[in-house]
């Protein structure tokens, strides 16, 4: 059984730790960059006791999240189908004229699956997201990057999931695994031009970016934020998010939003640490819609062009749908986001479908409950295991999974601004009698860990 280094964790920790007390030592403002210039706001005195500390940062969740919307946020992965409700775990303070952001999480996992597939490891799923935002030429400019070093502490370039497939590890399909992110996950820049009152323009550029296809990714939706493990629906519903040579533009008119981008199709390859490059070859448009501050939806369509590397031959025609709920509480909050994808091949014309629902409630301000459930279609890429695909193989529908889970962690504020969550979660398979004999009668794992995140002054 595998076994990462304590100096690993050791980085990782300290990693965030640097970033977060290097941004909490400014005094953090609440000028909004893209309405004037305004004088900052004084903080109210902070209560001796922490738990009343802890209350008072949870006030206002929605506030700086409709900031961000408002100012330049709406583009991506994470505005794509987030409520305006919701809160925004994130550092923020002004230098001069640009307000500086900074977001992330770190797990370390450690992971036990039941049945002849199941597998056990230890790994740790991280992100972190540095940003720029500043008023310039009439409208609001911001710039973002977001780095993982997933491909260090998720080794062997992947790590244990039941049922799960999508891209490739040495040269083969990953069948009952998942695949870490690359190093650059985003280096983008994105300015919104404000052309009238309940108008706005945007236009987006990334050597490495997020088109406009799917909902917000699974590794930032607030309704999937404290689960450690990957939807099983991913490669059906937003993938993308990690694209080469994107280009976008969007128009906002009150409480519609419509989006085209031009991308790269081809997923990331196995080198994790690289940028990834190639011709636009692909398209997408999205439509989003949020009718009030607790609610929104968006529907997307794209053509992608050969994006499995397993199959060149082969393009996709991907549909999405999602709808997101949140709800602010006292001392809490509840996000929870429904998803259909859908994935055509092209020309064979094999379609495949996910769907999922999830949700995370946070209450008594440092106790998080979550849950997840999905039905998606898998291929007989599940038949091949760890083996090669023999020649000739062609993927074809060949069974209808289900994946369900539920965890619990907990918040201990140890260090300033950098919650520490220790926590566990449980998860069972349905399966059709056809796959009992590979994956046994009734396939489970669990995972316990301990995470790692900054925050200002929203949960």
């Not at 996992?109 to 740790?124: C, E, Y």
């Not at 990957?230 to 059906?236: I, R, S």
């Not at 669990?446 to 860990?449: K, T």
């Given at each position: 059984m595998y076994r990462p280094s304590s100096q690993l964790a050791l980085i990782l920790s300290l990693l965030l730790f640097i970033i977060s007390k290097t941004v909490a030592s400014q005094e953090p403002t609440h000028q909004h960059p893209g309405m004037g210039k305004q004088a900052p706001?004084?903080?109210?005195?902070?209560?001796?006791?922490?738990?009343?500390e802890m209350q008072h940062e949870h006030q206002m969740p929605g506030m700086r999240h409709q900031e961000m919307q408002e100012s330049g946020m709406q583009h991506g992965h994470r505005a794509a189908a987030e409520p305006a409700s919701t809160p925004v775990p994130m550092l923020m303070t002004m230098r001069g004229k640009w307000m500086l952001m900074f977001h992330g999480v770190a797990f370390l996992?450690?992971?036990?699956?039941?049945?002849?597939?199941?597998?056990?490891?230890?790994?740790?799923p991280n992100w972190i997201m540095p940003m720029a935002q500043r008023e310039l030429g009439g409208g609001t400019l911001t710039l973002r990057t977001m780095l993982s070093v997933e491909p260090a502490?998720?080794?062997?370039?992947r790590y244990p999931e039941l049922l799960q497939t999508g891209e490739t590890a040495f040269g083969k399909p990953i069948v009952d695994g998942q695949h870490p992110h690359d190093f650059f996950m985003e280096i983008a820049g994105l300015y919104d031009w404000k052309v009238a009152e309940n108008t706005t323009v945007s236009f987006y550029g990334a050597?490495?970016?997020?088109?406009?296809?799917?909902?917000?990714?699974?590794p930032h939706r607030?309704?999937?934020?404290?689960?450690?493990?990957?939807?099983?629906?991913?490669?059906?519903?937003?993938s993308t998010h990690i694209a080469a040579e994107v280009v976008s533009v969007g128009v906002n008119h009150k409480a519609v939003r419509l989006e085209?981008?031009?991308?790269?199709?081809?997923e990331p390859d196995e080198n994790r640490w690289n940028i990834n490059s190639g011709k636009i070859d692909s398209w997408s448009s999205r439509l989003s819609i949020s009718p009030t501050r607790n609610w929104t939806g968006q529907y997307s369509i794209a053509r992608l062009t050969s994006p499995e590397n397993q199959e060149p031959d082969e393009d996709i025609v991907r549909m999405t749908a999602s709808l997101g709920y949140n709800r602010p509480l006292t001392n809490g909050n509840w996000a929870t986001t429904a998803v259909w994808g859908r994935n055509r091949?092209?020309?064979?014309?094999?379609?495949?479908?996910?769907?999922?629902?999830?949700?995370?409630?946070?209450?008594?301000?440092?106790?998080?409950?979550?849950?997840?459930?999905?039905?998606?279609?898998?291929?007989?890429?599940?038949?091949?295991?760890?083996?090669?695909?023999?020649?000739?193989?062609?993927?074809?529908?060949f069974a209808r999974v289900q994946a369900y889970s539920l965890g619990y962690d907990h918040d201990f504020d140890l260090i300033p601004h950098l919650a520490t969550a220790v926590g566990g979660q449980v998860m069972w398979y349905g399966i059709p009698d056809k796959l009992r004999p590979v994956y046994g009668e009734r396939p489970a794992g669990?995972?316990?860990?301990l995470r790692l995140r900054p925050f200002g002054n929203s949960r």
């Open positions: 706001q004084t903080n109210p005195p902070k209560p001796a006791n922490p738990d009343q996992n450690v992971l036990q699956q039941s049945g002849p597939r199941g597998g056990d490891k230890v790994f740790a502490t998720i080794p062997k370039r050597p490495m970016g997020d088109p406009a296809l799917g909902p917000t990714a699974f607030t309704s999937a934020s404290k689960n450690p493990m990957a939807p099983l629906g991913h490669h059906m519903e937003d085209v981008s031009g991308f790269h199709g081809r091949t092209m020309p064979d014309g094999e379609i495949f479908t996910g769907y999922l629902l999830e949700s995370t409630l946070r209450f008594l301000t440092r106790n998080y409950i979550w849950g997840r459930v999905e039905n998606v279609d898998r291929t007989n890429e599940l038949l091949l295991g760890e083996k090669p695909p023999p020649p000739g193989f062609r993927e074809h529908f669990i995972v316990v860990f």
